[in-house]
Protein backbone atom coordinates (compact mmCIF):
# COMPACT_ATOMS: atom_id res chain seq x y z
CA UNK A 1 0.00 0.00 0.00
CA UNK A 2 3.14 2.56 1.13
CA UNK A 3 4.66 1.32 -2.51
CA UNK A 4 1.54 2.11 -4.30
CA UNK A 5 1.17 5.31 -2.51
CA UNK A 6 4.86 6.34 -3.82
CA UNK A 7 4.73 5.09 -7.20
CA UNK A 8 1.38 7.41 -7.47
CA UNK A 9 3.83 10.62 -6.11
CA UNK A 10 6.73 9.59 -8.23
CA UNK A 11 4.28 9.85 -11.07
CA UNK A 12 2.64 12.78 -10.37
CA UNK A 13 6.07 14.83 -9.88
CA UNK A 14 7.31 13.38 -13.19
CA UNK A 15 4.15 14.35 -14.65
CA UNK A 16 4.12 17.55 -13.02
CA UNK A 17 7.66 18.46 -14.84
CA UNK A 18 6.97 17.18 -18.35
CA UNK A 19 4.13 20.35 -17.81
CA UNK A 20 6.57 22.68 -16.39
CA UNK A 21 8.22 22.18 -19.38
CA UNK A 22 5.95 22.85 -21.48
CA UNK A 23 5.19 25.90 -20.40
CA UNK A 24 6.28 29.33 -22.21
CA UNK A 25 9.07 30.81 -21.08
CA UNK A 26 7.59 34.15 -20.54
CA UNK A 27 4.54 35.79 -19.73
CA UNK A 28 3.74 38.04 -22.72
CA UNK A 29 4.59 38.74 -26.40
CA UNK A 30 7.50 40.42 -27.42
CA UNK A 31 7.67 43.79 -26.74
CA UNK A 32 7.52 44.89 -30.19
CA UNK A 33 4.34 46.85 -30.56
CA UNK A 34 5.26 49.11 -27.43
CA UNK A 35 8.47 50.58 -27.68
CA UNK A 36 9.50 53.68 -26.27
CA UNK A 37 10.22 56.05 -29.06
CA UNK A 38 12.47 58.98 -27.79
CA UNK A 39 12.45 62.01 -28.11
CA UNK A 40 16.05 62.84 -29.53
CA UNK A 41 15.01 60.46 -32.81
CA UNK A 42 11.82 62.94 -33.74
CA UNK A 43 11.49 65.43 -35.89
CA UNK A 44 12.19 69.00 -34.61
CA UNK A 45 8.83 70.08 -35.70
CA UNK A 46 7.27 67.38 -34.16
CA UNK A 47 9.58 67.03 -30.63
CA UNK A 48 8.74 71.13 -30.46
CA UNK A 49 5.23 70.29 -30.17
CA UNK A 50 5.73 67.98 -27.06
CA UNK A 51 8.26 70.16 -25.69
CA UNK A 52 5.76 73.02 -25.04
CA UNK A 53 2.83 70.48 -23.34
CA UNK A 54 5.75 68.64 -21.05
CA UNK A 55 6.76 72.65 -20.26
CA UNK A 56 3.07 73.06 -19.23
CA UNK A 57 3.28 69.87 -17.37
CA UNK A 58 6.19 70.88 -15.56
CA UNK A 59 5.16 74.07 -14.75
CA UNK A 60 2.01 72.66 -12.55
CA UNK A 61 4.71 70.89 -10.77
CA UNK A 62 7.06 73.66 -10.11
CA UNK A 63 4.25 75.74 -8.97
CA UNK A 64 3.27 73.44 -6.01
CA UNK A 65 6.66 72.49 -5.99
CA UNK A 66 6.10 69.36 -6.77
CA UNK A 67 7.49 66.27 -9.00
CA UNK A 68 4.75 64.13 -10.91
CA UNK A 69 2.31 66.20 -13.37
CA UNK A 70 0.01 65.67 -15.99
CA UNK A 71 -1.45 67.70 -18.85
CA UNK A 72 -4.05 65.92 -21.37
CA UNK A 73 -4.34 67.67 -25.11
CA UNK A 74 -6.47 66.79 -27.15
CA UNK A 75 -6.59 66.28 -31.10
CA UNK A 76 -6.57 69.99 -31.98
CA UNK A 77 -3.70 70.53 -29.57
CA UNK A 78 -5.81 72.00 -26.63
CA UNK A 79 -4.99 71.71 -23.25
CA UNK A 80 -8.37 69.92 -21.45
CA UNK A 81 -6.90 70.07 -18.19
CA UNK A 82 -3.94 68.79 -15.76
CA UNK A 83 -3.40 67.03 -12.41
CA UNK A 84 -0.39 66.58 -10.10
CA UNK A 85 0.13 64.04 -7.69
CA UNK A 86 -2.25 64.43 -4.88
CA UNK A 87 -0.39 61.70 -2.76
CA UNK A 88 -1.44 63.19 0.71
CA UNK A 89 -4.59 62.30 -0.23
CA UNK A 90 -4.52 59.11 -1.25
CA UNK A 91 -1.36 57.48 -2.16
CA UNK A 92 -2.99 56.48 -5.73
CA UNK A 93 -3.47 59.98 -7.19
CA UNK A 94 -0.41 60.11 -9.36
CA UNK A 95 -0.22 62.98 -11.03
CA UNK A 96 -1.16 60.95 -14.53
CA UNK A 97 -4.60 59.34 -12.37
CA UNK A 98 -5.65 62.88 -11.08
CA UNK A 99 -5.53 64.46 -14.25
CA UNK A 100 -7.59 61.45 -16.16
CA UNK A 101 -10.29 61.76 -13.44
CA UNK A 102 -10.04 65.70 -13.64
CA UNK A 103 -10.70 65.36 -17.34
CA UNK A 104 -13.45 62.98 -17.16
CA UNK A 105 -14.79 65.16 -14.86
CA UNK A 106 -14.59 68.08 -16.76
CA UNK A 107 -15.86 66.73 -20.18
CA UNK A 108 -17.84 63.59 -19.23
CA UNK A 109 -15.64 61.43 -21.07
CA UNK A 110 -14.60 58.06 -19.72
CA UNK A 111 -12.23 57.52 -22.78
CA UNK A 112 -9.89 59.55 -24.17
CA UNK A 113 -8.75 57.96 -27.89
CA UNK A 114 -7.67 60.94 -30.23
CA UNK A 115 -5.86 62.48 -26.73
CA UNK A 116 -2.40 62.44 -25.60
CA UNK A 117 -1.14 63.04 -22.21
CA UNK A 118 1.99 64.41 -21.51
CA UNK A 119 3.41 63.25 -17.71
CA UNK A 120 6.60 64.57 -16.52
CA UNK A 121 7.78 60.95 -15.12
CA UNK A 122 7.86 57.96 -17.38
CA UNK A 123 4.02 56.13 -16.14
CA UNK A 124 4.80 53.90 -13.32
CA UNK A 125 2.26 50.43 -14.16
CA UNK A 126 -0.57 51.73 -12.56
CA UNK A 127 -0.79 54.52 -14.35
CA UNK A 128 0.00 53.13 -17.73
CA UNK A 129 -2.39 50.64 -17.24
CA UNK A 130 -5.17 53.75 -16.33
CA UNK A 131 -3.46 55.45 -19.49
CA UNK A 132 -4.77 52.02 -21.74
CA UNK A 133 -7.75 51.76 -20.25
CA UNK A 134 -9.20 55.49 -20.91
CA UNK A 135 -8.00 54.63 -24.29
CA UNK A 136 -5.11 57.46 -24.75
CA UNK A 137 -3.69 57.21 -28.20
CA UNK A 138 -0.32 58.68 -26.92
CA UNK A 139 1.71 59.42 -23.91
CA UNK A 140 4.56 61.23 -23.55
CA UNK A 141 7.25 61.60 -20.92
CA UNK A 142 10.32 63.57 -19.92
CA UNK A 143 12.13 61.20 -16.85
CA UNK A 144 12.70 57.41 -17.67
CA UNK A 145 11.91 55.52 -14.55
CA UNK A 146 15.29 53.66 -15.19
CA UNK A 147 16.95 56.66 -14.13
CA UNK A 148 14.91 57.78 -11.36
CA UNK A 149 15.02 54.31 -9.55
CA UNK A 150 18.58 53.14 -10.89
CA UNK A 151 20.31 56.17 -10.45
CA UNK A 152 18.56 58.38 -8.41
CA UNK A 153 17.05 55.99 -5.73
CA UNK A 154 13.43 56.75 -5.91
CA UNK A 155 11.04 54.14 -4.93
CA UNK A 156 9.67 52.91 -8.19
CA UNK A 157 8.31 49.95 -9.23
CA UNK A 158 10.70 48.84 -11.56
CA UNK A 159 8.89 47.96 -15.14
CA UNK A 160 9.23 50.72 -17.63
CA UNK A 161 5.71 51.11 -19.78
CA UNK A 162 6.43 49.55 -22.88
CA UNK A 163 6.75 46.33 -20.82
CA UNK A 164 3.12 46.99 -19.54
CA UNK A 165 1.66 48.43 -23.29
CA UNK A 166 3.17 44.74 -24.46
CA UNK A 167 0.41 43.57 -22.72
CA UNK A 168 -1.98 45.47 -24.23
CA UNK A 169 -3.11 43.01 -26.43
CA UNK A 170 -5.42 41.56 -23.53
CA UNK A 171 -7.38 45.28 -23.64
CA UNK A 172 -6.71 45.20 -27.57
CA UNK A 173 -5.34 48.61 -27.04
CA UNK A 174 -2.05 49.86 -27.07
CA UNK A 175 -0.52 53.36 -26.38
CA UNK A 176 2.11 55.32 -28.72
CA UNK A 177 4.65 56.08 -26.22
CA UNK A 178 7.33 58.79 -26.44
CA UNK A 179 9.83 59.15 -24.05
CA UNK A 180 12.52 61.62 -22.89
CA UNK A 181 11.21 65.15 -24.11
CA UNK A 182 12.49 67.85 -21.83
CA UNK A 183 14.44 65.07 -19.98
CA UNK A 184 16.87 67.51 -18.52
CA UNK A 185 14.66 69.70 -16.99
CA UNK A 186 12.10 66.78 -15.84
CA UNK A 187 15.19 65.28 -14.21
CA UNK A 188 15.90 68.42 -12.11
CA UNK A 189 12.28 67.00 -10.39
CA UNK A 190 14.08 64.22 -9.42
CA UNK A 191 17.51 64.84 -7.92
CA UNK A 192 19.60 62.07 -6.70
CA UNK A 193 18.49 60.92 -3.07
CA UNK A 194 20.57 57.76 -2.90
CA UNK A 195 21.77 57.86 0.92
CA UNK A 196 20.29 60.70 2.16
CA UNK A 197 16.73 59.77 4.92
CA UNK A 198 14.17 61.18 2.11
CA UNK A 199 10.58 59.70 2.63
CA UNK A 200 10.89 58.34 -1.55
CA UNK A 201 14.22 56.55 -1.08
CA UNK A 202 15.17 53.07 -2.06
CA UNK A 203 18.18 50.84 -2.32
CA UNK A 204 17.47 50.10 -5.99
CA UNK A 205 17.89 46.75 -7.12
CA UNK A 206 19.40 46.95 -10.74
CA UNK A 207 21.38 44.72 -12.67
CA UNK A 208 25.23 45.98 -12.02
CA UNK A 209 25.67 46.51 -15.92
CA UNK A 210 22.55 48.77 -15.94
CA UNK A 211 23.49 52.84 -17.07
CA UNK A 212 21.77 55.34 -18.50
CA UNK A 213 22.57 54.46 -22.02
CA UNK A 214 21.30 51.39 -22.10
CA UNK A 215 18.48 49.91 -24.65
CA UNK A 216 15.36 51.71 -23.02
CA UNK A 217 13.29 48.83 -23.53
CA UNK A 218 14.97 45.91 -21.72
CA UNK A 219 13.03 45.09 -18.64
CA UNK A 220 14.98 44.92 -15.87
CA UNK A 221 17.16 48.18 -16.92
CA UNK A 222 19.92 45.80 -18.07
CA UNK A 223 20.39 43.68 -21.06
CA UNK A 224 17.13 41.73 -21.61
CA UNK A 225 18.09 38.25 -20.35
CA UNK A 226 16.53 35.20 -22.08
CA UNK A 227 14.66 33.35 -19.38
CA UNK A 228 16.78 30.14 -18.98
CA UNK A 229 14.91 26.96 -18.94
CA UNK A 230 15.58 25.86 -15.71
CA UNK A 231 14.00 29.20 -14.61
CA UNK A 232 10.57 27.29 -15.44
CA UNK A 233 11.29 24.06 -13.65
C1 LIG B 1 -11.15 70.14 -33.57
O1 LIG B 1 -11.38 71.15 -34.51
C2 LIG B 1 -12.31 70.81 -35.50
C3 LIG B 1 -12.36 71.91 -36.52
O2 LIG B 1 -12.43 73.16 -35.90
C4 LIG B 1 -13.66 70.55 -34.84
O3 LIG B 1 -14.61 70.17 -35.80
C5 LIG B 1 -13.52 69.43 -33.83
O4 LIG B 1 -14.71 69.25 -33.11
C6 LIG B 1 -12.40 69.75 -32.85
N1 LIG B 1 -12.16 68.58 -32.02
C7 LIG B 1 -12.01 68.66 -30.70
C8 LIG B 1 -11.69 67.39 -30.01
O5 LIG B 1 -12.13 69.70 -30.10
C1 LIG C 1 -8.32 70.22 -13.38
O1 LIG C 1 -7.97 70.87 -14.58
C2 LIG C 1 -8.27 72.26 -14.55
C3 LIG C 1 -8.07 72.79 -15.96
O2 LIG C 1 -6.75 72.57 -16.40
C4 LIG C 1 -7.41 72.95 -13.50
O3 LIG C 1 -7.73 74.32 -13.43
C5 LIG C 1 -7.65 72.30 -12.15
O4 LIG C 1 -6.74 72.80 -11.21
C6 LIG C 1 -7.46 70.78 -12.24
N1 LIG C 1 -7.85 70.14 -11.00
C7 LIG C 1 -7.02 69.36 -10.32
C8 LIG C 1 -7.58 68.67 -9.14
O5 LIG C 1 -5.87 69.20 -10.66
C1 LIG D 1 26.93 51.97 -20.46
O1 LIG D 1 26.60 50.78 -21.13
C2 LIG D 1 26.91 50.82 -22.52
C3 LIG D 1 26.32 49.58 -23.17
O2 LIG D 1 26.77 48.41 -22.50
C4 LIG D 1 28.43 50.97 -22.69
O3 LIG D 1 28.75 51.02 -24.05
C5 LIG D 1 28.88 52.25 -22.00
O4 LIG D 1 30.29 52.34 -22.03
C6 LIG D 1 28.42 52.27 -20.54
N1 LIG D 1 28.69 53.58 -19.99
C7 LIG D 1 29.18 53.75 -18.76
C8 LIG D 1 29.36 55.17 -18.32
O5 LIG D 1 29.46 52.81 -18.03
ZN1 LIG E 1 1.83 56.32 -11.49
Redesign the pocket.
Known amino acids: MKFLLLAVVLLACVFGSIEAKKCPSDWAFPVAPSDIKLAKDLPVAERKVHEKFMKQALDLVIAVNGKFGAVIVDANNTVVCGGVNMGAISRIYHGEIVAIKNCSEITGKATFQDHTIYTTGEPCPMCQSAIMWTKFKRVVFGSFISNMYCERCFNQIPIASNIINAAGYGINHYVDIIGGVLESETDKRFPVICGTNDPFVMVPMCQS?W?R??PKRTRFFGELQPVSDSESD
Open positions: NNSC
